[in-house]
C-alpha cells in the first residue's frame, strides 16, 4: 500500500462551530508542507452537537478526508488513538480541533525533523493566550510535579501538538494500555525527540472541554501510568507511623512509670483521627493502581469505530471497527470482527 506523505490526525468533541475554518485552515497547511499528498483524519468522539454531520459534509468534498465517528465518548486520549491507529502516513501531525495550536507551523516542524533527523518534533508552548491563571498555574505545576516523579523525561509545557515519524508511531502503537497518557508514552518509546517553541493562541471558537474534573482525572492516569512513587509515599507514611507509635509507646509507658494518670481526650481523637485520615489515604493510592490493574486485565479494545467515512489505510489493531452502512476501505481487513 502506498503510503502518504502526512496524515493528520484531529480528535473532536462538540467542535462544529471549529470544524469548517479547522478544515480550511489545516488543508492550507498540509497542501504548503507536501503538496496534494497527505490525508487529513477527524475523530469524532462521540459528539453531541452536529460535529458528526459537517465532517460527513466535509468528507463528500474532500477525497483525502478520512472521518470516523467512534460509537459513543471514549476520551480524549482514546480518540486520538482511533486516529494513530487508523492513519497511514509516512509522517503524522497531532493537533487539537480548537486551533489553539496553529497549524500553519506544519511547515517549520517538517524542516525542524529534517535538519535534525528527528523521529519527534514536539511542540513547547512559550505563551498561552485566553487561558487563566488559575489553569496556567495548575497547569505548570502539574508538569513540574511528574517530571520529578517519573523514570521518563517527560517535556514541560507540551501538549499533544507534535509531528512524529511512522517508526515512532508504530513504536507508540505497540502500546496497549487503557489509561493512556499519549505525551508519557511519546517520551518513553524514546528515539531523538526535539522541540519546537511556539506561542499558542486563543480558541476559535466554543470552550474548552476539559473542565477541573477532567483535568484531574488525566493527571490520575498520567501520574500512576509513568510513576510508582505514591505507592512510595504510602511506604514512607507507614514508615513515619511507625516512629511516630514508637514515640507515643515511650510517652505513654513514662507517664505510668512516673505515676501520672494519663489525661487528654482530645489528644486521643486527634491521633485516631490523624492515623485513620493517612490510611484512607494509603488505601486510595493502592486502590488506583488496583483499579487501573483491573482494567488491563479485561483486555477489551479501546475504543470502537461505528462509521468511517473515507479510505482509512491504518493497521487497526487497538481497537473493533463495526459494520456499517458506509464501510472502512481498507484491503484486508475484516471490519466486523475484533482486532487482535
Known amino acids: 500500500m502506498t503510503r502518504p506523505a502526512l496524515s493528520i490526525v484531529i480528535p473532536c468533541y462538540n467542535e462544529e462551530a471549529c470544524l469548517a475554518e479547522l478544515h480550511r485552515r489545516v488543508s492550507a497547511a498540509a497542501r504548503a508542507a507536501v503538496g496534494e499528498d497527505y490525508e487529513l483524519v477527524l475523530v469524532n468522539d462521540g459528539s453531541r452537537d452536529g460535529s458528526w454531520q459537517v465532517m460527513r459534509q466535509l468528507g463528500a468534498g474532500d477525497p483525502r478526508l478520512v472521518a470516523i465517528n467512534l460509537s459513543r465518548n471514549h476520551g480524549h486520549q482514546l480518540a ?5 491507529d487508523l492513519c497511514s502516513g509516512s509522517r503524522i501531525l497531532i493537533i487539537d480541533a480548537d486551533l489553539q495550536d496553529p497549524p500553519e507551523l506544519l511547515s517549520d516542524m517538517m524542516a525542524a525533523m529534517d535538519a535534525q533527523e528527528a523521529d519527534v518534533v514536539y511542540a513547547v ?3 498561552r493566550a485566553g487561558e487563566t491563571v488559575f489553569k496556567k498555574a495548575t497547569a505548570s505545576a502539574f508538569y513540574r510535579l511528574l517530571s520529578r516523579l517519573t523514570d521518563v523525561e517527560i ?3 507540551t501538549g499533544d ?3 512524529m515519524s511512522r517508526r515512532a508511531l508504530d513504536a507508540l502503537l505497540s502500546l496497549p494500555e487503557q489509561a493512556r497518557f499519549i505525551r508519557g508514552m511519546v517520551a518513553w518509546i524514546g528515539f531523538r525527540q526535539v522541540p519546537f517553541l511556539y506561542d499558542r493562541h486563543e480558541r476559535h471558537a466554543g470552550h474548552s472541554k476539559y473542565p477541573l474534573s477532567k483535568m484531574l482525572a488525566f493527571a490520575f492516569d498520567a501520574i500512576t501510568g509513568f510513576s ?3 505507592l512510595r509515599w504510602a511506604s514512607h507514611f507507614g514508615l513515619a507511623l511507625v516512629g511516630v507509635s514508637f ?3 515511650v510517652y505513654i509507658a513514662y507517664g505510668w512509670l512516673a505515676g501520672n494518670a494519663i489525661q487528654g481526650w482530645t489528644s486521643m481523637m486527634l491521633v485516631v483521627v490523624v492515623l485513620g485520615a493517612v490510611q484512607m489515604f494509603v488505601l486510595g493510592m493502592i486502590g488506583e493502581y488496583l483499579g487501573r490493574l483491573y482494567i488491563e486485565t479485561k483486555r477489551r479494545p479501546l475504543y470502537i469505530v461505528a462509521d468511517v467515512v473515507g479510505k482509512a489505510g491504518g493497521r487497526q489493531s487497538l481497537g473493533y471497527v463495526a459494520e456499517t452502512t458506509a464501510p472502512i476501505e481498507t484491503p484486508g481487513v475484516n471490519g466486523n470482527r475484533p482486532i487482535a
Open 80 to 84: 486520538l488513538t482511533a486516529g494513530l
Open 228 to 230: 510508582t512513587a505514591p
Open 155 to 157: 517535556p514541560v509545557d
Open 125 to 127: 508552548r512559550r505563551a
Open 247 to 249: 514515640l507515643l509507646l
Open 161 to 163: 501538538f507534535r509531528l
